[in-house]
């Protein structure tokens, strides 16, 4: 551990931690939080959460939690595939089938586990069966600036999770440059063989970047792949696009089964921690097959189902949102509202979502920034520093009022009047 000892020390002694808080209370945008490392508290107004539609504390997601508690307990204490399979498990992947407009839903613990799933139910299949071999490689695409969670999975697919050697056909993977479709296009002219099954993965909102995948361009392509897989992770994406929050098919006015139509297979991760309230994922797809390939997974076999109460508050958030769409509305206009105030004042917002990052000159630091922010002002953003180029990465919700907005872009123009000093050129 010796190594690690000295990585951490020379980690602190430069500035790379990050600053720590402890959440003591939250309502609304307005929370109460304690300096880990002084213990101080203070009460800051918040655009560094994800509950992008406020539903986090609406009464009917909490009540949702609370009697699933009362009914079931908090944990299922078992594994769906054995006996931890609850019915709020089915009305669940029903909901999610319908605002997804795709029939067939497997529940997740987490995004990290549902893309390994993905990973090895597709490329691995599951067992062994008698008469089947599977002898087609598969070739992977993938967006140079995808999440972790795709990072991760795709880079570990070449072997079935839980299995020292793999005995499946060979995987490849390959990246592209972010949203570069003729990147995309070159890349599978080049590398894919006659026999290749194919799988396209891309987030759909990038969560350091907040801009959206070329959704239409990349089915142009694909089309041209028959029976190619494309994965989109809608984690940034449900709630906050499209005109009813249903994601990025319905932002570019498209349904999933256009997709099929065109001889592409469409996959969609849903994620809970953003828009329901709640922690887990999905994966949606047309092919009733994927599903119980999903549920056997290493990922789903060897740990608990989603919990009771986190699975009733996912479910009674997506309910919220097909009710009230103006939630969703209410969240685009913010968006809008905030990016005008930020670009009114000359601050470089990147992308076009309600994930907002902030370019700042590169000699301000953004964690000091961000603290400057904090500790004078009330302002709680999130500095970004040590995983992608240095921003400020702000997230809008649909509670924010044009008050807080203002409040939070006057704030940054005083921080950077007083940290900032350009440098003049003769």
Known sequence: ???VKEYVQRWYESGLDPDEYVCHNKQGNIVEIEDAATGDRRTVLTFCTND???????EAVKQAAIDAILKYGTSNSSTSVLSGRIDLHRQLEDEISAFKHLPHTQLFMNAWMAMQALMDAF???????????NTRETLILTDVLNHGCIVSAVVNAGTRSGKVFGHSPRVRVK??????MEDLARKLRRYALPDDRIMVISDAVFSMDGDIAPLPEMLDILENYPGSVLV????HASGSIGKTGRGIYEHFNLLPMQAVQ????????TTFSKFAASAGAAISSHVAELVPLLNVSPTSIGTISL?????????ESIRQVRKAPELVQKLQENTRYLRSRLAEHDFVAIGETNVIPVILPSELNPK?????LLQTHGIWVSPIWFIAKPRVRITVNALHTQADMDRLVSTMVATRNLLYKPTISA
């Open 262 to 269: 065109r001889g592409v297979v469409p996959l969609i991760m």
């Open 232 to 235: 989109m992770d809608e984690a």
């Open 123 to 133: 490329c691995h299949l599951a067992i062994p069966v008698p008469g089947f071999q």
């Open 1 to 3: 551990m010796q190594i």
């Open 368 to 372: 000091l920034f961000a603290r400057e």
């Open 307 to 315: 919990p009771p109460p986190m699975t009733a508050a996912a479910l």
């Open 52 to 58: 992008v539609l406020g539903l986090v504390q609406e």
């Open 175 to 180: 990246a592209y440059r972010h949203c570069n």
